[in-house]
């Protein structure tokens, strides 16, 4: 029996059910899976949220209100008395790369910081003197960024080094939840992978990066794969086990289809990445990338990308945009698009400047807010194009770019425009909630191995279009120009 990724009635539903929850940068969501991975109709729920951004790098949100969150989109979807007690699993992925220092009873001491603040960049700059970051890299998988844990450390202890002497463990988002929830902060491999402590070979904790952090082994939750059974106040929940927190990386590429090294995956919500799964570590490993240890056999290659849905949303909300965006980006490019670095909250991959902003050139008299806004939008795909160009020589057995997410699905059009400039061509994913698709499978992979999983559902398939090569090239080498100049001049 072959079977589609629709939504699918309670009735029709194939045991065991998994409730997956997804923490993003804009909502937490949450909804109940059958065995197939379809979304059972009627048993989703979203809670809105958003970070507290300030000029100075700053990028929080409250932990609290978080699991407030999750807790209502449990209650959301675990109502339905027709439910009984068919989940027999509960599985989460957050937004990675989140910090939270909590004390020995668990409550927080700090907001949560998320992956975009960068408040800590002159501590990376303190750290690129005092270690040999490219030894860094290849034990963790990780540069020496704002996102990790121990510029983070180094730049709090600096700042308040009171605050830092009271916590006894710092968590992820996803841990802190779950602490709340079943007492437990479950971290899976992949949430500690993002941590930028974690050796992507061997699984332990990197010593040297330990001690520049000021941490202890203690004081960082140990990576399981591994479910618990765990108490709690939902009836309906009385049978499940609970899955360690992973990554929305992870569990993106899981519901994208890309399950092996010949599927690229190109995430594309508030935030971005070019990721492929492998098995085992990268060898060799790009400098511009990184290559996060997911579970005991499998890493994620790839490069994240801060601002992708953040710069539509702040195209959308900062200029008069016409209604008809479609045609904007289905457009012939133009020469009098200006060149746009797309660095709304820093730079990733592959260059990793923290403290990088957006720079607009070849703005004239004459550029209306739709070049701009195109503009932008060619920023971005030149931004997929640089992580491109360096995850080529490590996974060169890529055959598909499968694209999905927020900004796909609403913008459609933009995905001619990456595979323009990616050239080559880019299918779009149009299952929406992809990742939490992802955490539902991965869930299933221990709860129901021998069932068939729905295939994912895909729409257009983008073919680069060669009479828009040679602008392309020439925008790629502008682009590459300019941020040598601005960024490292």
């Excluded at 020496?144 to 202890?157: D, E, G, I, K, V």
């Excluded at 690229?264 to 935030?271: D, I, K």
């Excluded at 932008?376 to 992580?387: C, D, L, P, Q, S």
């Excluded at 055959?399 to 059009?413: H, I, K, L, T, W």
Aim: aromatic share 6%; charged share 20%.
């Amino acid at each position: 029996m072959h079977l589609t990724d629709d939504s699918v009635t309670l009735e029709a539903a194939l045991d065991p059910l998994v409730l997956a929850l997804d923490i993003g940068s804009t909502a937490t969501r949450g909804g109940v899976h059958d065995a197939s991975g379809r979304r059972v109709h009627g048993l989703q729920h979203k809670v809105p949220h958003a970070f507290t951004v300030a000029p100075d790098g700053t990028s929080v949100i409250d932990p609290g209100q978080v699991s407030a969150e999750v807790e209502q989109v449990i209650d959301a979807v675990t109502g339905d008395p027709r439910l009984a007690t068919r989940i027999t699993g509960v599985a989460m992925d957050t937004f990675a790369a989140s910090l939270i220092g909590v004390d020995a009873s668990g409550r927080a001491l700090t907001p949560c910081l998320t992956y975009a603040d960068s408040r800590s960049a002159k501590a990376v700059a303190q750290l690129r003197q005092e270690l040999d970051e490219h030894a860094v890299q290849q034990r963790t998988g990780t540069r020496l960024h704002t996102s990790y844990h121990a510029p983070r450390l180094r730049w709090l202890a600096a700042e308040q080094p009171g605050l830092v002497t009271r916590v006894a463990a710092w968590w992820s988002l996803g841990e802190y939840v779950w602490s709340r929830l079943i007492g437990q902060p479950l971290a899976g491999t992949s949430t500690v992978a993002w941590t930028g402590l974690l050796d992507r070979r061997t699984g332990e904790l990197d010593p040297e990066l330990l001690a520049v952090a000021g941490l202890t082994p203690e004081q960082l939750s140990p990576p399981t794969d591994d479910s618990v059974p765990a108490p709690s106040r939902w009836a309906a929940l009385a049978r499940a086990a609970w899955f360690p927190v992973i990554t929305d990386g992870l569990a993106s590429n899981i519901g994208s289809g890309a399950l092996d090294a010949t599927v690229l995956t190109a995430a594309t919500a508030t935030s971005g990445a070019l990721r492929v799964l492998l098995d085992g570590p990268a060898d060799p490993l790009p400098f511009g990338l990184w290559n996060y240890r997911v579970d005991a056999r499998r890493t994620l290659l790839g490069g994240a990308i801060n601002d992708v849905g953040r710069a539509v949303s702040w195209a959308e909300a900062t200029l008069r945009l016409s209604p008809d965006l479609a045609g904007v980006l289905s457009a012939p490019p133009s020469e009098a698009t200006p060149l746009v670095l797309p660095y709304l909250t820093g730079e990733r991959a592959p260059g990793w400047a923290g403290g990088a902003r957006a720079t607009l050139t070849g703005v004239s008299a004459a550029t209306d807010a739709d070049g701009l806004f195109r503009g932008i939008i060619e920023g971005v795909a030149m931004t997929y194009a640089r992580v491109a160009a360096e995850l080529h020589p490590a996974a060169p057995q890529v055959v598909e770019v499968a694209a999905a997410g927020r900004v796909s699905n609403d913008q459609p059009e933009w995905l001619q425009v990456l595979a323009d400039v990616l050239d080559r061509p880019v299918t779009h994913v149009t299952r929406s909630r992809a990742t939490q698709r992802g955490t539902a499978l991965l869930a299933l992979d221990v709860l129901a191995p021998g069932i068939e999983r729905a295939a994912r559902t895909t729409g257009k398939t983008y073919e680069p279009r060669a009479a828009h090569h040679d602008y392309y090239a020439g925008r790629r080498e502008r682009f590459a120009e300019l941020y040598d100049t601005v960024v490292h001049g």
